[in-house]
């Protein structure tokens, strides 16, 4: 597995959604809606990684991504503290990182952008 990739596709899930619910990353879990469209941004990008030459597995990504919200559930993700701080998040070398990269393949990537331009309109 590609650790820069698992690393972005694992905070491409969960930063963008502690932004829009202004939580800390355990609520993720805790919150079935929250939860469900986590999965979905998550097996999206993995989607890209793989497109990309990249051997992600879904599964393994997502359950990773869970352990991560575990270990850190009382954290407050860094892009949300840097909209608290009304400073530039990393939406762009995240999310958009994984847009540009389906674009050039030709994958749908609504999802992502649809949370790129939320973040970036908060």
């Known amino acids: 597995m590609c ?16 932004c829009f619910f202004k939580c800390k990353n355990g609520y993720i879990l ?19 990684a793989n497109t990309c030459g990249f051997n992600l597995i879904y599964e393994d990504i997502l359950n990773l991504t869970r352990e991560v919200i575990s270990d850190t559930s009382e954290n407050f993700s860094s892009m949300l503290q840097s909209i608290q701080k009304g400073s530039k998040t990393e939406i762009d070398s995240i999310n958009g990182f994984i847009v540009k990269a389906g674009k050039q393949f030709g994958i749908d990537v609504t999802l992502n952008e649809v949370i790129i331009y939320i973040i970036n309109n908060l």
């Open 3 to 18: 650790n820069i990739w698992a690393k972005g596709v694992v905070n491409s899930s969960i930063n963008p959604l502690t």
């Open 30 to 48: 805790k919150n079935p809606i929250l939860e469900k469209l986590m999965e979905q941004v998550c097996y999206e990008s993995v989607g890209v």
